[in-house]
T-cell receptor
């Protein structure tokens, strides 16, 4: 079973920030938080990952709470092309990724 | 840098046949993982190879097998195909194993297998 819980769906207005939450209350100290997204008929695309510090790259920001039991992926200015299923995964070195159902984000014009 | 390449993109087979899918990882990546994606079960881990050795295996029957070559390219084989094997098969590569700060998985766009 997936170690994460995400809302099944979310809407976001184009140009606004999309904040996607993820709960991972049983995360262990050596597990990282990864975010991927999948656009229909394509393979999952890596977005960002982190251990305990907040991370930012050209695609998104990842905010991890101090107790590491939850995180938020932030897409700062959502576009229609950001419409996809977003997966939050926790994993440590050497283990396979367990994908849950993810969050279906719809960016609306 | 070229991404993960999977061939063929689409495949139609008949029940009872066998099929081989191919995956070329990103240059320099030594770990290759395979996943099956279906509407009912979502993304499920099949197996992972590193340096030509199977390092992790998911909960799939023995009809599903794979191998990795010395150049890190990988193949997976499904024998005695069943209708339920119809799925998108995804390959992912990473510098080392999954996890680890510098080793996120990078996925190809998959092979869509239809079993009739």
């Amino acid at each position: 079973d997936a170690k994460t819980t995400q809302p099944p769906s979310m809407d976001c207005a184009e140009g606004r920030a999309a904040n996607l939450p993820c709960n991972h209350s049983t995360i262990s100290g050596n597990e990282y938080v990864y975010w991927y997204r999948q656009i229909h008929s394509q393979g999952p695309q890596y977005i960002i990952h982190g251990l305990k510090n907040n991370e930012t790259n050209e695609m998104a920001s990842l905010i991890i709470t101090e107790d590491r039991k939850s995180s938020t992926l932030i897409l700062p200015h959502a576009t229609l092309r950001d419409t996809a299923v977003y997966y939050c995964i926790v994993d440590n070195y050497g283990q396979n990724f367990v994908f849950g159902p993810g969050t279906r984000l719809s960016v609306l014009p | 840098k070229a991404g993960v390449t999977q061939t063929p993109r689409y495949l139609i087979k008949t029940r009872g046949q066998q099929v081989t899918l191919s995956c070329s990882p990103i240059s320099g990546h030594r770990s290759v993982s395979w996943y099956q994606q279906t509407p009912g079960q979502g993304l499920q881990f099949l197996f992972e190879y590193f340096s030509e050795t199977q390092r992790n295996k998911g909960n799939f029957p023995g009809r599903f097998s794979g191998r990795q070559f010395s150049n890190s390219r990988s193949e997976m084989n499904v024998s005695t195909l069943e209708l339920g094997d119809s799925a998108l098969y995804l390959c992912a590569s990473s510098l080392d194993g999954p996890g680890g700060y510098n080793s996120p998985l990078h996925f190809g766009n998959g092979t869509r297998l239809t079993v009739t």
